[in-house]
């Protein structure tokens, strides 16, 4: 896990809950059940739909909400459309689950 904060937010409310979410995410995600259930939804053929339904639950405890219409009405690219969303103060977390289209053909990119 690799975290990039502008020096001026480091101490702000909003970083410190971001990052405890984000801790929280990556220690559910390497429980050993879930992570048994990861691995069986990450096959060749498989869409990332079976992951989203294994942290699916976490995530909604922790206050997402699954694909969030409308977040970005006043822009240019008003249509985008993140799997997960959590406000956090003024801004929020953007949250894609990615099965491998994002290493094979640069799906990542599209996302973004």
């Not at 990450?42 to 699916?56: D, T, Y």
Request: net charge neutral; glycine share 8%.
């Amino acid at each position: 896990m690799h975290t990039f904060v502008q020096e001026p937010h480091r101490e702000s409310l909003d970083f410190k809950t971001v990052e405890q979410i984000a801790v929280a995410l990556r220690a559910h995600m390497e429980e050993p059940a879930i992570a048994a259930s990861i691995r069986a939804a990450n096959s060749p053929g498989r869409s990332s739909a079976g992951i989203q339904a294994v942290l699916l639950p976490f995530l909604r405890a922790q206050g997402f909400a699954d694909e969030s219409k409308g977040l970005f009405a006043g822009y240019h690219t008003s249509a985008v459309r993140p799997d997960y969303f959590r406000r956090v103060g003024t801004s929020g977390i953007l949250l894609e689950v990615e099965r491998g289209k994002t290493t094979i053909n640069n799906m990542d990119f599209l996302d973004f």
